[in-house]
């Protein structure tokens, strides 16, 4: 018995920062005949997928994915309520936007002991101030929490620095990675993170529906003693059915898994390096297109992931985001608000399969929005 599915799809460019543009071939991959994720042939593909992702970011041999049927904020409460030696003492959270106060909300929500230093949302953290405050509260801290890529203006943190700043102190170290695994190069073998998380929908450009956890496999072992306050959450008890049963806990996105093996077999296709490139390249371009148009961004160039890029919106009377959005999205291209406190600004971010043809597409358009509303100039004095 067969059975005929299939239509032709329109491509459309996300600019949004995730569930990012992914290709026909792991749209494809969806389409699958049913199966029961019981099934060994089905175990195979959590190996093989479970696998490669470490591969992604060079965690062989000492490093285990656990995949969570969760989008990207599940895996990071299964992190923090899981590997967080609450016992012993608090999880340092590094707050320098939306995500990192996120964080800090999980916490509070589920009871895990947490302190936060927060900073400017449009700068790096000051590891010196992380420093002080790790020296003086020594031994009452056991990991360290903080994002990598904030997604909030597109700010990268130091994630070397801030790791060994943790291994310094003993602490476990907890890094989203959400919106940075496999967009920019991380090396696990040289950068020693106990927890790395991502999401399906980001820079590996697959399907939306499956949380990543790269973790260290003594960090994760020595979790289990932890008292963790889940259940479906538990890291331990997630790794431990992943590689002894070859099965998730529960039942997980079987479509969705498969689509992820067809985008991570696209990233080593494509290559780590060409993949990173690719994106600088395509940052590159929208940086210098949007502010030959008068763009001003949020954020100072140098440190930009270049992953995302928040713009500070037009002062203008004719301006108005949600026109702008709706003109771009009759277009086939999406575009997204902001999120600084201080300043109105929309993102545009350049991750998922996007060409560079992509991005001169969405310049030209930006440049007729702007003449045809008669929006100029953008920023008047
Ligand atoms: C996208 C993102 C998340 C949240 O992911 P969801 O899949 O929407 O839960 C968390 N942290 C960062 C840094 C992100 O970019």
């Known amino acids: 018995m067969t059975e005929r599915i299939g239509k032709e799809l329109s491509r459309k460019i996300l600019l949004n920062p995730g569930p990012a543009t992914t290709s026909a071939a792991v749209k494809r991959a969806q389409l699958v005949e049913d199966i029961c994720p019981r099934e060994a042939e089905f175990g195979e593909l959590i190996a093989r997928v479970r696998e490669k992702c470490t591969t992604v970011v060079h965690g062989h041999p000492g490093y285990e994915t656990v995949l969570l049927g969760a989008s990207g904020t599940g895996a990071v409460e299964a992190c923090l309520t899981s590997c967080v030696n609450r016992e012993r003492g608090a999880v340092l959270i590094i707050e320098n936007g939306a995500y990192g106060e996120r964080m800090k909300a999980i916490c509070q929500s589920s009871g895990v002991p947490c302190e936060s230093i927060a900073f400017d949302w449009e700068a790096p953290v000051d590891l010196k101030i992380i420093a002080s405050h790790l020296a003086e509260r020594s031994g009452?801290?056991?990991?360290?929490?903080?994002?990598?890529?904030?997604?909030?203006?597109?700010?990268?943190?130091?994630?070397?620095?801030?790791?060994?700043?943790?291994?310094?102190?003993?602490?476990?170290?907890?890094?989203?990675?959400?919106?940075?695994?496999?967009?920019?190069?991380?090396?696990?073998?040289?950068?020693?993170?106990?927890?790395?998380?991502?999401?399906?929908?980001?820079?590996?450009?697959?399907?939306?529906?499956?949380?990543?956890?790269?973790?260290?496999?003594?960090?994760?072992?020595?979790?289990?003693?932890?008292?963790?306050?889940?259940?479906?959450?538990?890291?331990?008890?997630?790794?431990?059915?992943?590689?002894?049963?070859?099965?998730?806990?529960?039942?997980?996105?079987?479509?969705?898994?498969?689509?992820?093996?067809?985008?991570?077999?696209?990233?080593?296709?494509?290559?780590?390096?060409?993949?990173?490139?690719?994106?600088?390249?395509?940052?590159?371009?929208?940086?210098?297109?949007?502010?030959?148009?008068?763009?001003?961004?949020?954020?100072?160039?140098?440190?930009?992931?270049?992953?995302l890029t928040a713009f500070i919106e037009p002062d203008h009377p004719r301006y108005d985001f949600d026109a702008m959005h709706n003109f771009f999205f009759a277009r086939g291209i999406t575009i997204y608000p902001g999120k600084s406190p201080r300043h109105d600004t929309f993102r545009i971010a350049n991750i998922g399969d996007l060409t560079a043809d992509d991005m001169a597409l969405f310049l030209r358009l930006m440049g007729e929005y702007l003449t045809s509303h008669g929006i100029s100039p953008l920023y008047p004095q």
Do not use: W
């Open 140 to 307: 009452r801290i056991t990991a360290l929490a903080f994002v990598h890529h904030e997604t909030t203006v597109g700010i990268l943190n130091p994630l070397d620095e801030l790791t060994a700043l943790g291994k310094q102190y003993g602490l476990e170290v907890i890094v989203d990675a959400m919106s940075s695994y496999a967009g920019i190069k991380i090396d696990l073998s040289a950068t020693p993170v106990d927890y790395l998380i991502s999401s399906s929908n980001k820079c590996i450009q697959g399907m939306a529906g499956l949380g990543i956890v790269v973790a260290n496999r003594e960090a994760l072992e020595r979790s289990r003693k932890y008292r963790s306050g889940n259940y479906y959450f538990n890291l331990y008890e997630n790794y431990r059915s992943q590689k002894m049963e070859r099965q998730f806990l529960f039942t997980p996105p079987v479509q969705v898994l498969y689509a992820l093996e067809a985008a991570l077999d696209e990233f080593f296709t494509e290559t780590g390096e060409a993949r990173f490139e690719r994106y600088a390249s395509l940052y590159r371009i929208l940086l210098e297109g949007m502010t030959r148009l008068g763009f001003k961004t949020l954020v100072e160039p140098e440190h930009h992931a270049m992953l």
